[in-house]
Nanobody, 125 residues
């Protein structure tokens, strides 16, 4: 039914900026939060950022605070992740997801129930 489609990934150099998008299709979409997660080869999937639907409160992993900004456009059913000052360690597949309810669930991948296919972000030095 509802699908999430990421776009905007690509190959950039360290220090560059990139904005990835997550568009919902299949109808209007509602969830406790929308989140971004990433997974690098050989690494666990990790929380990056999330935005709460009710009040647009935002949450960030310490590793991206001050560099990444999550935002949403409700009219377009789209969530964005603006990534600035990219570092090689940001290289990963970036996934958007819907869900995040429950205690601390907004930062927990298991609490998200709809996932996109991911978009590759590669940062070279």
């Amino acid at each position: 039914q509802v699908q999430l489609v990421e776009s905007g990934g690509g190959l950039v150099q360290a220090g560059d900026s990139l904005r990835v998008s997550c568009a919902a299709s299949g109808g209007t979409f509602s969830s406790y939060a929308m989140g971004w997660f990433r997974q690098a080869p050989g690494k666990e999937r990790e929380f990056v950022a999330a935005i709460r639907r009710s009040d647009s409160n935002t949450y960030y992993a310490d590793s991206v605070k001050g560099r990444f900004t999550i935002s949403r456009d409700a009219a377009k059913d789209t969530v964005y992740l603006q990534m600035n000052s990219l570092k090689p360690e940001d290289t990963a597949v970036y996934y958007c997801a819907a869900g995040g309810g429950g205690g601390n669930g907004i930062r927990t991948s298991r609490r998200y129930y709809v996932w996109g296919q991911g978009t590759q972000v590669t940062v070279s030095s």
